[in-house]
């Protein structure tokens, strides 16, 4: 019975088909002769020679890696004076350890008030706030509206929620002068926060812009329309950006010029309190998202939310509501946490998908819960699961006027 070997020569597969039995004739023995016959010897039988067949194995093509990410973007951390008073009160709730009294709290803890999107948080690879108010790094000379200065806990509970950075560009950044942009930027130092959008020297202003988010280099800018009647100080020109289309688009090539890969744009702008985007936001928006140095463009400060676009395949979010703060108004409670999933193409261009996930403040506990059906805390107390629907109700009416709703996911 024939026998097959194969053997791997080199990138070769070489099959070996061998007929008989395989050995030099010489080492065959002969056939002795039967009993009764003449005595003879057997001519031994010379074995076939092996029959070889050779394949090549064909040279896979390479197959590269595509690279992605992941990032989420929340509304204004605006911590009106019963947002710091509920932190207040849940900080002060110690409990007590082997039956000695609690140990004493922190002054304030935002962490309760936020605990329900932290999955979402988490679970982004690069998860970006927007901090409206100047921070106090020792609880101290707190101010409220219209001169925000709030506690700096707020930086490290985000921190610990799982945010990475903080934009920082708004009407209120220059609320306490120089001394309030580099104090609220020592806290999210400290807090292990990165930011972009106001800076302590020229440098910082530079360097802060550039992050690297799943093997992509990514550049973050981020602008204000104004600053509540302060000006940028002249001898310190780099502390925060005022919007402005050229010096924008200026900024914005450059970026790409020096490697940014995909580039994200922050806007503090609109009307307060309407929906409807301004025309500075029509106008402006659509001009600015058509350059290819901008891919997405996130915008903050009209305390509602407001519509979303999608243009030749990129994001316009006009406005994302608050995420703390302390307004009665349903529409100003309603909120939303966006999250871009970025890939790239075989072009080595990037596309992106927009999930949105809508957002309220309770307005009883300031709580900010998610409302869409199937991600609410199974929990929820009496009648706020109306509370939720409504909102949800309210945000999808919102998204409708935009053209970017149906290519939107939502949980």
Known sequence: MASRLIAFVGGLVVLVAACGTVGPPSARAPVPATSGDAASTTTPTTATAPTIAVYTIPTLPEVPVRRSFTMAFTGDFLLHNRVISTAAAHAAGGEAVDGEAAAPARAYDFRPLLEPIRPWVERADWAVCHMEVNLSADGTRLSPFPMFRSPGEIAFDAADLGYDACTTASNHVLDQGLDGVAETLGVLDAAGLRST??????????????????????AHLSYSYGFNGFSIPDEAPWTTRLIDERAILRTAAEARSAGAEYVVLSLHWG???????????????????????????????????????RIDGEWLVYGLGNLLANYVQAPRRDELLVEASVTEQPDGTFTTDLTAVPLVVDRNTLTVYPTHPTHRPPDLPPGLAAELDASFARVLAVLDDGSGRDALRFE
């Open 271 to 309: 009307n307060q309190y309407l929906h409807r985007a301004s025309s500075q936001q029509a106008d402006l928006g659509p001009r600015l998202l058509a350059s290819p140095d901008i891919d997405l463009i996130i915008g903050h400060h009209a305390h509602v939310v407001q519509p979303i676009e």
């Open 197 to 218: 959008g106001s800076a302590r020297t020229a440098t910082e202003a530079h360097d802060q812009v550039w992050f690297r988010i799943g093997g992509v280099k990514v």
